[in-house]
């Protein structure tokens, strides 16, 4: 049942650039100054990636 929300949710910010830019600027407001910073460093790759 989760699953179904939270698809049905990607998909009407998908339809509607409204909605989407509305969230963006939320999420803008929330985390204020602070930064979003990956768990993960940006020069590990998945091992789906490593040949």
Known sequence: MA???L???AFEIMKNQELL???KEELKDRLGENVYQRPIPQEV???C???
């Open 3 to 5: 699953g179904k929300v």
């Open 7 to 9: 698809a049905g949710t």
């Open 21 to 23: 830019m509305k969230a």
């Open 45 to 47: 790759e998945p091992p």
């Open 49 to 51: 990636n490593r040949g």
